[in-house]
């Protein structure tokens, strides 16, 4: 087994590390070689890899960890130039020098989540057993199961109590999931553009997508890794799919109204006419570049199993009694994938068992991806409650 050094990690030495993941910048560990992760599911999985990236500086009494948690289509490149693409970080506005997430103050993580196609262990890694990829014989996972592995790799950085965690979308269903099964461990938990369980719309949205990948013949019955065709007209419409739910009627309006692309008239044929026909494919395309088409359909599955509730006897205020955590909910006016009635639900939840939690809804057209664009009212807020946190807590 090779060996990676990670020189900037809170515990120094050198991690084994499986080969699959060699290569991969930044952290990259191995987990459950010991003791295996028990899944919801009831499988166990270990040993597994876990790839993740940090950002400035754990202080003496390792009390400024945050966690960053990504979405669905999201990695552990929060901050800094994706190794594959070459675009920005996906919360580049958010994490930085100076910015909302202040890493000249704050040590800030992020994950690549289980199930995963950036280091983290998924589908595509290789099965001991068979010498050959998983495939759909890597076991189903959960947000549960998600959480889990995040808090063994906490753990592993000696980190006993996280000053923050915080994401949006799938990312806010993990900081809700930290916040109820690990409290002790927190101390406040910023769920952004979230909700408590994934609604039958969602989970219909999904479910498109996953039959786009499943539809394609290359996609093989999860088993294209050993072929020179991916299934990536399925994953791209997967993606297009998705991509709309991500954005307002006036977003898209406002950006693309029914301009044509690069012609005079319309074609009278089905070629991108209109801009956001091109828009679309361009996702759609340079999506497949980044992610696998298994592990798409495993994170979506994770995302439509999450339901706090139902692991609290129905109730969702059980899912946090007797709480110190402190919480602050963010909701956007023109999100319809979470509107803000699921944090409002949040919200009553926390207020029946006398939480500290505050709420705020961000007037804004943008849609659900308001969270990842240039939003100053929401960047302000995001900033007020982390350093007003910080200063109470003398970090």
């Known amino acids: 087994m090779t060996t990676v050094s990670n020189s900037n990690n809170a515990h120094e030495g050198s991690i084994p590390v499986e080969p699959a993941v060699i290569g991969m910048p930044g952290h990259n560990i191995v987990l459950g070689e010991q003791v295996p992760l028990s899944l919801v599911s009831g499988q166990k999985l270990g040993p597994f890899t876990v790839s993740y990236q940090t950002y400035g500086k754990l202080n003496a009494d390792r009390s400024n960890a945050i966690l960053v948690c990504h979405a669905l289509t999201g990695d552990q490149f929060a901050a800094e130039e ?3 693409t070459g675009n920005a970080g996906w919360w580049n506005m958010v994490v ?4 909302p997430i202040d890493t000249d103050r704050y040590y800030v993580i992020c994950i690549n989540v289980l199930g995963g196609c950036m280091g983290t262990a998924g589908p595509r890694d290789i099965n001991p057993k068979t010498g050959r990829p998983f495939g759909l014989s890597f076991p189903l996972i ?12 906490i753990d592993y950085l000696g980190i006993e109590k996280l000053f923050c965690v915080t994401g949006g979308s799938m990312g806010a269903m ?4 930290w916040a109820s099964k690990y409290p002790d461990c927190v101390l406040c938990a910023i769920p952004i553009a979230g909700a408590a369980r994934h609604s039958a719309q969602n989970i219909a949205f999904h479910e498109v997508g996953r039959q786009a990948i499943m539809s394609d013949p290359d996609w093989r019955n999860g088993s294209y890794y050993e072929s020179q065709e991916l299934p990536n007209r399925g994953l791209s419409v997967a993606r297009m799919a998705a991509h709309i739910t991500y954005m307002s009627d006036s977003a898209l309006h406002r950006k693309f109204g029914r301009e044509l692309q690069d012609r005079a008239n319309v074609s009278y044929g089905f070629e991108a006419d209109f801009q956001i026909e091109s828009y679309l494919r361009h996702q759609g395309n340079s999506f497949v570049e980044r992610f696998d088409a298994n592990s798409y359909l495993y ?5 439509d199993y999450f339901d706090l509730a139902a692991e609290h006897d129905n109730v969702l205020a059980n899912a946090f009694l007797n709480t110190d955590v402190k919480f602050c909910l963010i909701s956007f006016t023109s999100d319809w994938l979470f ?7 949040i919200v009553h939840a926390l207020n029946a068992v006398a939480a500290s939690v505050s709420f705020v809804e961000i007037n804004t057209d943008s849609g659900h991806d308001a969270f990842l664009l240039k939003e100053p009212e929401f960047f302000s807020i995001l900033s007020g409650f982390i350093s007003a946190a910080a200063d109470q807590s003398n970090i």
């Open 174 to 177: 993990q900081v809700l999931e």
């Open 82 to 84: 994706h190794p594959i």
């Open 339 to 345: 509107p803000t009635s699921e944090s409002r639900q």
């Open 142 to 153: 959960t947000i549960t199961d998600i959480v889990a592995a995040q808090k063994l790799v």
């Open 299 to 303: 994170i979506t599955r994770a995302m």
């Open 96 to 99: 930085g020098s100076g910015l």
